[in-house]
């Protein structure tokens, strides 16, 4: 355990000062397991310094991302409220090593979930449903790394924008949405990218979440995975998230 929170303390240190590291696999043999535990102790460390858990994160959540990194299981990540940018807000670079953009569906919960549940008794759970934009930021040098590396790095989430919030009970299974870069467009996909519909990431979340440890609560929010590329952000952008029937989502970016 001692290890475990050297290699903890490693890996928040680099995301608190935005410097980069070198893939903890190079030196340490790390299994899954051990790279959660380390995900909750550098997480741990946040906790000391004031942060509130208000969430979590999917990651590895497109089905060919799945097959590129060689698993079948998605990965996840932990939310804090330091972690949130105002909807048309802006962020510096100067907080990030590598920060990219992903857009997102965002379920926020009005009642607990964990376990094996079905998708009706997921969605029933939901209180809210969102667009979203999320700020995945590898620590590790040139954001290269192992699975186990990329989880103890809190699966990169570093940052997240939500848009409004709407009723559970739109058709959010396979959205047209465009994400554009100062008014152009960067990536363009589907809602249905996230595991052929986003429910069944909020299914994975309350299966992996519980399984970690966590719990989640009424009021957590939910990522449910990027639903296109990561597009990487440089400074002077301002970033336009379009989801069909949900509206859109944005911030900006200073150097």
């Keep these: 355990?001692?290890?475990?929170?050297?290699?903890?303390?490693?890996?928040?240190?680099?995301?608190?000062?935005?410097?980069?590291i070198p893939q903890l696999s190079e030196t340490v043999a790390l299994d899954v397991a051990d790279a959660y535990a380390v995900q909750a102790l550098s997480v741990a460390r946040r906790h000391a310094r004031g942060e509130r858990l208000v969430g979590y994160k999917m990651g590895l959540t497109s089905r060919a991302k799945m097959q590129q990194v060689g698993v079948?299981?998605?990965?996840?990540?932990?939310?804090?409220?330091?972690?949130?940018?105002?909807?048309?807000?802006?962020?510096?670079?100067?907080?990030?090593?590598?920060?990219r953009v992903e857009p997102e569906i965002a379920f926020l919960m009005k009642a607990p979930l964990a376990g094996e549940v079905s998708a009706a008794e997921a969605l029933a759970a939901v209180g809210a449903v969102a667009p979203a934009l999320e700020i995945i930021d590898s620590r590790?040098?040139?954001?290269?790394?192992?699975?186990?590396?990329?989880?103890?790095?809190?699966?990169?989430?570093?940052?997240?924008?939500?848009?409004?919030?709407h009723p559970p009970a739109i058709d959010f299974g396979n959205l047209g949405i465009i994400l554009e870069a100062d008014g152009r467009p960067v990536q363009i996909?589907?809602?249905?990218?996230?595991?052929?519909?986003?429910?069944?990431?909020?299914?994975?979340?309350?299966?992996?979440?519980?399984?970690?440890?966590?719990?989640?609560?009424?009021?957590?929010?939910?990522?449910?995975?990027?639903?296109?590329?990561a597009h990487p952000l440089v400074a002077g952008m301002a970033v336009k998230c379009h989801f069909e029937g949900l509206g859109s989502v944005g911030f900006g970016v200073d150097a």
């Excluded at 409220?81 to 590598?98: F, I, P, Q, W």
């Excluded at 909020?202 to 990027?226: P, S």
């Design 1 to 20: 355990m001692s290890n475990l929170a050297s290699l903890a303390e490693i890996v928040d240190t680099a995301a608190f000062t935005a410097r980069e």
């Design 72 to 99: 079948s299981e998605v990965i996840w990540g932990r939310l804090t409220d330091a972690m949130r940018v105002e909807e048309g807000g802006r962020v510096s670079m100067g907080r990030y090593v590598h920060p």
């Design 140 to 165: 590790y040098k040139d954001f290269k790394f192992s699975l186990p590396d990329v989880i103890a790095d809190n699966s990169s989430s570093s940052g997240f924008v939500l848009g409004g919030w």
């Design 189 to 229: 996909g589907s809602s249905a990218a996230i595991l052929g519909h986003p429910l069944r990431s909020l299914v994975a979340a309350a299966r992996l979440v519980a399984a970690g440890g966590g719990h989640i609560e009424a009021g957590t929010i939910i990522l449910a995975g990027g639903a296109t590329a």
